[in-house]
């Protein structure tokens, strides 16, 4: 696993999540991942039908990395995030559609159990292993107001929300705003001012 030059506590101190001194360490790079994947739920304004109330629990999912998922779970423990709770859910791709249709025009049928446990989610961040889906999820969770994040190359370029980019020791930000937007999702000025803005590609609209 990677190490980062990033602090979990620079982190989490640029997004205002936590100032536990104890986080002062040097993060591996699926901790700072981690880190921000959480620190997202406060800087993104989901429609309030999503987020009805208190009550209601922020839900991550991913897709391809247990290992994020162990390590999101650790670093919130207990906190909320905007007062909800947070709840993260390892996430599997549907094995067989319906129909050959289906699976021609989608690859996966959008009434699936499967489906719907994506469309549930707040966020959902895919892992590099799942690289080869991100088109296909883009375009299934299109309009759907959930943020879709990852860390493969081109992903908020066609249409993804929120992309890391690995630099050197350095973990960078590429944030779609407008494709967000498409899904009701607005995002911060404040994490729109640490990342960089890319638009989707005409190819890809």
Not at 49 to 69: C, E, M, Q, R
């Amino acid at each position: 696993m990677k190490r980062c030059g990033l602090l979990i506590a620079v982190i989490l101190a640029l997004l205002a999540f936590s100032r536990d001194t104890s986080a002062q360490k040097e993060a591996t790079e699926d901790e700072a991942k981690a880190a921000y994947i959480i620190n997202f739920g406060k800087y993104v304004e989901w429609p309030i039908a999503t987020l009805p109330n208190a009550d209601t629990p922020l839900v991550i999912g991913v897709l391809g990395d247990d290992s994020i998922v162990s390590l999101i779970r650790t670093l919130v423990g207990t906190k909320t995030v905007n007062g909800h709770k947070v709840v993260v859910n390892s996430l599997r791709w549907p094995k067989t559609p319906k129909n050959a249709k289906e699976l021609r025009d989608s690859g996966v049928p959008k009434d699936s159990k499967e489906f719907k446990e994506f469309k549930d989610c707040h966020m959902l961040y895919i892992a590099q292993s799942e690289s080869a889906r991100g088109d296909e999820l883009i375009r299934l969770m299109r309009g759907i107001p959930t943020l879709l994040i990852a860390d493969f190359p081109n992903f908020a370029r066609h249409g993804g929300h929120i992309n890391f980019i690995l630099d050197v020791d350095h973990i960078l930000l590429e944030v779609n705003p407008e494709s967000a937007r498409q899904s009701d999702l607005t995002i911060s000025s404040r994490l729109l001012g640490n990342a960089k803005p890319v638009q989707t590609g005409p190819s890809w609209r």
